[in-house]
C-alpha cells in the first residue's frame, strides 16, 4: 500500500492531477504564504528568476517584493537576516541555491539559530530548504549530502523527504514549527517523481518514520533518494524468496527510534543505506541506534552501505561508482541474510 493509499484511508481525498516532488514543494510554500502572511521567502534568484530549480517560480507575482526577496549572494547575510526576521514574528523560508553552500552560513546556523532558544527562551520559527545530493553529475561543490553536519547539532531539526506526498506535508510542518528546520530537498527527485497529492490541507509529524515495505526477513533503513533503490533491491530479492522490509526515517534529528528498533524486533537483521558518507555520518547513528535499543533482537552484525570518504567525482562512471546501487544493496542483503 503506498503512503497516499494508507493516507487516503484516514480520510483525504486527492486531485486528479499527479504533481513532481518540485511542485509538492512549491505547492507547500504557496498554500503557506497565503493561510500566514507572517510566511516569506528569502534567497538568491527566488524571484523573478524563480529560483535555481524554479521551486519559487511564481510566487513573486503572487506575493510580491517585500515576501519573495531575492538577496546578493551571501548566504551568511541571508540566512543570518532569516534569523532577524524569524525574531521579530515572521516565518521566513530560505531557499540555499546547494545544500554544499550551507557552509558559507554556517556560523548563523549552528551558532546563531539554534543557540537562541537555549539562551533566550525565544523561538526561531525558520525553514532552510537546501537542494542536497547526488546523481546530476554536478561534481563536488554541487552534489553533497551534507545532512549529518546539522543533525549533530542541538537545536535544530533536519528533514529529507523522499516523496511528494511527504515533500509537501513535511515542509508544511516545517513552517509552523517554532524550531529552525533545515530540509534537505533531493534534487535528482525534483522532475523524476509524479504522485496525486491531498485537495485537503494536510501535515506529517516531524519526527515520524513510514514503513513502504513490509517484510520478515531483514530491514533495510534509509532515507531520500536511496529508497528508490532499496525497494527495487526488496522487489528482486522477493523473487528469491527473501521478504524484505524497508523502513524511511523521513526526518533524521529528531529520529523515529521507536519504529527502527521495532522493525529491527520484526526481522532481527538490518541493512542501512544512505547517500550520507560512510564514516562518523548518518549511517553510523542508526547503527548506534540499533545496537542501543535492539541489540539483543540481532541475528547479524548490522550492514552499513554509503557512499566511500571521497568528494564526489564529476565523471558519469565514477559518480555511479561512488553512489550505492541497486546491486550492492541486494548483494548486501544477501550476504546477511545468509549469515
Known sequence: MSITEQEAAKGLTFQNEESTYLQAISQGLGEAMREDETV?????????????????????????EERVIDTPLSESGFIGAAVGAALMGLRPVVEVQYADFLSCGWDQIVNVAAKIHYRTGDPVPMVIRAPSGAGLRAGPFHSQSPEGWFAHVPGLKVVAPATPFDA????????????????????????????????EKYKIDIGRASVRRDGTDVSVITYGAMLYKALEAAKQLNTNG????????????????????????????????????????????????????????????????????????????????????????????????AY
Open 40 to 64: 516569506i521567502q528569502i534567497g538568491e534568484d527566488i524571484g523573478e528568476f524563480g529560483g535555481a530549480f524554479k521551486v519559487t517560480k511564481g510566487l513573486i507575482d503572487e506575493f510580491g
Open 242 to 337: 527473501i521478504s524484505v522490509e524497508v523502513v524511511d526515517i523521513r526526518t533524521i534529528n529528531p529520529l523515529d527510534k521507536a519504529a527502527i528498533i521495532a522493525s529491527v524486533k520484526k526481522t532481527g537483521k538490518v541493512v542501512i543505506v544512505t547517500e550520507d558518507h560512510y564514516s562518523f555520518g548518518v549511517s553510523a547513528e542508526l547503527a548506534a541506534t540499533i545496537n542501543e535499543g535492539a541489540f539483543e533482537y540481532l541475528d547479524g552484525p548490522i550492514e552499513r552501505i554509503a557512499p566511500p570518504d571521497t568528494p564526489i567525482p564529476y565523471s558519469p562512471p565514477l559518480e555511479d561508482a561512488y553512489l550505492p546501487q541497486v546491486e550492492e544493496i541486494t548483494t548486501g542483503i544477501t550476504k546477511l541474510v
Open 168 to 199: 509537501k506535508g513535511l515542509l508544511r510542518s516545517a513552517i509552523e514549527d517554532p524550531n529552525p528546520v533545515i530540509f534537505f530537498e533531493h534534487k535528482y527527485l525534483y522532475r523524476r517523481l509524479k504522485e496525486r497529492l491531498p485537495r
